[in-house]
């Protein structure tokens, strides 16, 4: 890392990436991270301060929480949807306020919760909703009684074409909201993963039985859904790469899953774990998702994101120098500190656009600051940044900072 800022070689970390025709400015995501302020599924004022706070962050890349499909598809009564017009435009309102102040591109992650729906948002206990709560029946391919969920329904042939096509439906939503990128939610024990798992699916129709007919669903709703979204806009999918359980869903079937994936037009793979069984028994620790994200890189030949307690900007730039993934996404670490890529950018000596607003806090460091207006203005800009950082540095009072 040193050597980088000697050389004053550009980090991998701030250099642009490309999937089909949408530029990221950088490689930091924004990992998707449910609120639980939606209001029938709607996007409310929470989401606009929210993600109007990632979309200056200096992250490239934003993707919402998880936006269920249908309304039985969200994981508790206060989650995001994108299955009804006023859903379309509530999403479409943050999507402007994002792009009016923010630099960020904007992506979606379309999910269906499957049996781990219709419950209490995380801060609490986890329980069933109750009737006057708005209760409905969960849906899965198979029976499944952890004690926490509602058990289940079992899905019917119909009932699987039904969300299929409200997966479709969304991303026509999403499209016409005006995501630059949509990430299928494949992961976390949710619908789809309990099709691909084998501790929740135990069918012997033509969606369980095999890993290829529990890897159907999957396909299917990615076929369908690459077909309507736009060629030019990227479609990734989160996938999770391991289930943490003997007997469970591997890394190899992962790594077979992305394959099929990759040739069906994937553009990247996210690969984070677990969430089918809570008698999982996960490894945390600093990067520990990383190894699942290069392997799948390596062996699919597919770019990944990789996710998972990265936190400090030498162990994203080096996840990102060493070939191990694309894209790193950070979820915690952005809501504790919304201001980790200028800090990662002061780490890696790299220089990062802040919005105009802001640009009083920049740190130099005896640098020209790079401003987006040119002229006479720019110029009168950076003669009094570099008179405003002459007297800080001297431990005087500045008389002239820039204002934006």
Known sequence: MQEIQEAGVQAQLFSPYQMRELVLENRIVVSPMCQYAAENGNASDWHIMHLGSMA????????????????????SNLCLGIYSDENELALARVIDFCREYGKARLGIQLSHAGRKGAVTPSWEVRRPLTAEEGW??????????????????????????????AWVDATVRSDRAGFDLVELHFAHGYLVNEFLSPLTNFRTDGY??????????????????????????PMGVRISAVDWVPGGWSLDDSIVLSKELRTRGCDYICASSGGSSHKQKIVAGPSYQVPFAERIRAEASIPTMAVGQISEAEQAEAILQEGKADMVA???????????????????????????????????????????????????????????????????????????
């Open 330 to 404: 950070l979820a915690r670490g952005m809501l504790y500190n919304p201001r980790w890529a200028w800090h990662a950018a002061s780490k890696l000596g790299v220089h990062l656009d802040y919005a105009k607003r802001y640009v009083n806090c920049h740190p130099a460091l005896g640098t020209e600051l790079k401003f987006a207006d040119t002229g006479e203005k720019a110029e009168a800009l950076r003669r009094l940044w570099r008179a405003s950082e002459k007297s800080r540095l001297s431990g005087l009072r500045p008389t002239d900072t820039p204002t934006g």
């Open 136 to 165: 409905w029946q969960p849906e899965a391919p198979s029976f499944v009684d952890d004690g926490v969920h509602s058990p289940p329904a079992v899905l019917d042939l119909a009932g699987i074409n039904r969300i299929k096509a």
């Open 208 to 233: 369980g039985g095999t890993r290829e007919k529990a890897m159907r669903l999957a396909l299917e709703i990615f076929d369908e859904c690459r077909a309507i979204w736009p060629g030019h806009k």
């Open 56 to 75: 200056v962050s200096g992250a490239g890349l934003i993707i919402t929480e998880a936006a269920a499909v249908e309304p039985e598809g969200r994981i």
